[in-house]
């Protein structure tokens, strides 16, 4: 009876000294990416900026891993396991970067392609300017009018369908 007391024990030291070294190993990155975080709000260089923030991405994936590995305990399952997780997240990540690019390839196409969206995106509106001694009451009435249609440019109004 001892000695399945004493694996237990072995076991037992075992399992904590695993999570002790997983614990630090989180801590360290998590200091890391706090470093590299406040360093960059200094920084005027975009393209080191933009190099910092994927060291940062490429740590907050290895804690990540940590996590999922350790804490979820899928570091010991079975690797069919793993693979129902993973596979489905690779998918996700797919799909949201899929939606991300077709939305953008969609906004370049329509401005390319799209003669009323184009025209609305260029047209430019000229502003009348008042009169230094008309009121604002006579800018009004003079606006009104110059809107108004005029015989020969009105459309004549379509039958209503019933």
Request: negative net charge.
């Amino acid at each position: 009876m001892s000695h399945s007391h004493t694996d237990q024990e072995a076991h037992n030291a075992e399992a904590m000294a695993e999570i002790k070294k997983v614990t630090i190993i989180l801590s360290v990155f998590t200091i890391i990416e706090l470093m590299l975080g406040f360093w960059m709000m200094s920084m005027t260089s975009v393209a080191l900026k933009l190099a910092i923030k994927g060291t940062i991405v490429i740590l907050m994936m290895a804690k990540a891993f940590y996590i999922v590995a350790y804490f979820m305990h899928l570091k010991h399952e079975v690797k069919n396991l793993i693979m129902t997780i993973i596979v489905p997240l690779l998918l996700f990540v797919w799909f949201i970067s899929a939606f991300l690019w077709d939305g953008s390839s969609f906004r370049n196409l329509r401005n390319d392609y799209d003669p009323h969206f184009k025209e609305q995106a260029t047209i430019k509106v000229e502003q009348k300017e008042e009169a230094h001694g008309a009121s604002k009451q006579e800018a009004a009435e003079t606006k009104h009018e110059s809107l108004a249609p005029t015989k020969e440019t009105s459309k004549p109004e379509p039958t209503p369908y019933y």
